[in-house]
């Protein structure tokens, strides 16, 4: 099975999970510039990350979605996770309030399934620090593991 991991990062912690989740599915993560149609098409299961960013993934990301059709690329299966604040646990009410908003990986995973794709698994979330990182103690581990689930044929 063909798996192509594709992500956007502003400070550097989405790569860091995507090249992850990419070692634990023996592919390659590919920054959202450097895809193409080609290695779409030929994708069996795409695997799309995003940070969260004002409650959805970033425009590039979300100019990906918007170019995938079902016509083109049905056949897929797809899964999404993104990077996120635990706001959760944070003392911060704006924090508190974000994680009522929303986050990327969900965004994906409605916006996918609006436009028909399967999408294989749950959306992922995993915690960084701050907004700008680090990666939070074990989300790396996570993040293999959550790459362990998803579908190998």
């Known amino acids: ?9 502003v400070f550097g ?11 634990g599915l023996e592919t390659e993560a590919v920054h959202v510039d450097n895809v193409n149609d080609a290695m779409l098409e030929e ?8 940070p969260t960013r004002a409650f959805k993934p970033t425009p590039k990301i979300i100019a990906l979605v918007d170019n995938l059709t079902p016509a083109r690329f049905g056949l897929a299966k797809l899964a999404a996770f993104d990077t996120r604040v635990n706001a959760t646990s944070s ?15 969900p965004w994906l995973q409605n916006k996918l399934t609006e436009k028909g794709f399967w999408v294989c698994e749950p959306p992922a979330g ?6 700008e990182g680090p990666v939070q103690v074990g989300e790396l ?13």
């Open 126 to 131: 995993f915690f960084v620090e701050a907004s």
């Open 1 to 9: 099975m063909k798996t192509l991991v594709v992500y956007d990062s």
């Open 141 to 153: 581990d996570r993040a293999a593991a959550w790459a362990k689930s998803l579908p190998k044929d």
């Open 91 to 105: 003392k911060n009410l704006f924090m508190r309030f974000v994680d009522k908003m929303g986050y990327a990986a």
């Open 13 to 23: 912690n989405t790569a860091k999970i995507a090249a992850k989740i990419a070692e």
């Open 43 to 50: 994708a069996d299961l795409i695997v799309i990350g995003s």
